[in-house]
Structures are given as structure tokens and as C-alpha cells.
């Protein structure tokens, strides 16, 4: 077998490298948020419209993203750290955030965020 007829075969039979998973869209969001925030403190851009114009997006997504910024800073990293996604569709969604985000207090959006996960580890007062 000549030589590339034969590194032709190795590779056939080769494993392909499984891919570990994705981001989950929320994740890049928060990162997203993150972001445009720090280039609205920088000046780099005036306002969050200015932000919609660059992006190629509606003030109103702009300002939902912004909204995920509102989550206490616990669950702000919660959401940047959350498990890469296998198959499927994202277990968490910005829209499944958006009522945690509407909570003022940061306590009640912890009650919200492990109630909404099904975790028994945080036990909240009604």
C-alpha cells in the first residue's frame, strides 16, 4: 500500500474526537451583559441604543440581556458556570431568568433560582 493510500486508511478508522458539548446560550448572554456593561463604563459606547445600533439587535433584546446583570452575583457566576450542553435544547433560557432578574431582592431571587432547579439545598421562607 503506498504511502498516502495507507495514511488514507489509518484515518478512516481513526476516532473522531467527541465534542465535550456547547455553552449554553444563557452563559453567553451573561457574558454578553457583562460585557456591554463594561463598554457603557468605559465609554466606548453612550448608550444601550448605541449598543442595539452596533449589534444589529432591538433596544429591547439589548435590554433584556442587560437584565441579567439585576441576578445576584452568585447567581450570576451560577449561570456562567453552568454545565456545557450534550444534545438538546438548553436546559435554562434568558426567558426562564427574566422573572428571577424582576426581584429586587437578592435573597428572593436565590428562593426563586433553586425553587426553579428543583435543588433542596437552599430551603426558603415563604
Not at 439587535?57 to 450534550?86: C, G, K, S, W, Y
Request: with cysteine; charged share 20%.
Amino acid at each position: 500500500m503506498p504511502g498516502r493510500e495507507r495514511a488514507a486508511a489509518l484515518s478512516e478508522h481513526a476516532p473522531q474526537p467527541v465534542s465535550p458539548g456547547r455553552v449554553p446560550r444563557v452563559a453567553r448572554l451573561m457574558a454578553l451583559a457583562i460585557r456591554f456593561d463594561a463598554l457603557l463604563r468605559e465609554g466606548a459606547v453612550s448608550t444601550q441604543a448605541e449598543l442595539a445600533a452596533v449589534g444589529h439587535v432591538t433596544r429591547a433584546r439589548v435590554t433584556q440581556i442587560m437584565n441579567l446583570l439585576h441576578l445576584a452575583p452568585d447567581l450570576q457566576e451560577a449561570v456562567l458556570h453552568l454545565p456545557l450542553v450534550q444534545s438538546g435544547r438548553d436546559p435554562i433560557t434568558e426567558h426562564d431568568l427574566r422573572p428571577i432578574c424582576a426581584l429586587v431582592d437578592w435573597d428572593d431571587q436565590r428562593c426563586a433560582w433553586f425553587a426553579g432547579l428543583g435543588s433542596p439545598a437552599k430551603t426558603c421562607q415563604s
